[in-house]
């Protein structure tokens, strides 16, 4: 147990609207972190979160976004989904030099 | 950026013997690497990393060595079991002071060790 949970674990949508996950960590876990991985891929880096501000970001397009909250929890939007965005989004929170990861959500564009 | 090259892409080996993957980086900064296992519908596990400034870390059955002048990292897991079949995943980052958000991970492994 990591300690770091996400909702919803499944949920499917369709091309062009929007969607928001949540990930909830630990007190004290001031980092946390957004990757994207598709079906029998690594997990790629989408952007971190330090004390509510973004400070890393990888290779994805502005319509990807996120905010993180005070409680230690965050959020990551996606607009106008595409059907490449159907994969696994996994939340990751840092503590002590660990990366603990969630179980993920897995979101299906039709 | 940073790019992690991991091979091979699949790997089957008998139960009890030794399983060896491995991981070339491009980005010379990256100083922490760890290696994740990932079983099929499931979250990416830690099972051990190291820091740039060791050569070689063990853990019961599982290694990890580093050439940093190489530029490569390497798993290995001696006396395998059926339970070690899984994806295992090697990532780069740069640490800046413990956080490690920042992964640039490999495409996989897919390891299955038969009974």
């Known amino acids: 147990e990591t300690g770091v949970t996400q909702s919803p674990t499944h949920l499917i949508k369709t091309r062009g609207q929007q969607v928001t996950l949540r990930c909830s960590s630990q007190?004290?876990?001031?980092?946390v972190s957004w990757y994207q991985q598709a079906l029998g891929q690594g997990p790629q880096f989408i952007f971190q979160?330090?004390?509510?501000?973004?400070?890393g970001r990888g290779n994805f397009p502005p319509r990807f976004s996120g905010l993180q909250f005070p409680n230690y929890s965050s959020e990551l939007n996606v607009n106008a989904l595409e059907l490449d965005d159907s994969a696994l989004y996994l939340c990751?929170?840092?503590?002590?030099?660990?990366?603990?990861f969630g179980e993920g959500s897995r979101l299906t564009v039709l | 950026g940073e790019n992690v090259e991991q091979h091979p892409s699949t790997l089957s080996v008998q139960e009890g013997d030794s399983a060896v993957i491995k991981c070339t980086y491009s980005?010379?900064?990256?100083?922490?690497f760890p290696w994740y296992k990932q079983e099929l519908g499931k979250r990416p596990q830690l099972i051990i990393d190291?820091?740039?400034?060791?050569g070689e870390k063990k853990d019961q059955r599982i290694a990890v060595t580093l050439n940093k002048t190489a530029k490569h990292f390497s798993l290995h897991i001696t006396e395998t079991q059926p339970e070690d079949s899984a994806v295992y995943f090697c990532?780069?980052?740069?640490?800046?002071?413990?956080?490690?958000?920042?992964?640039?991970f490999g495409k996989g492994t897919k390891l299955s060790v038969k009974p």
């Open positions: 990751a929170s840092s503590y002590l030099g660990e990366l603990f």
């Open positions: 007190s004290g876990h001031n980092t």
């Open positions: 979160y330090y004390r509510e501000e973004e400070n």
């Open positions: 980005d010379s900064a990256s100083n922490y």
């Open positions: 190291i820091r740039s400034n060791v």
């Open positions: 990532a780069a980052a740069r640490d800046y002071g413990g956080s490690q958000g920042n992964l640039i």
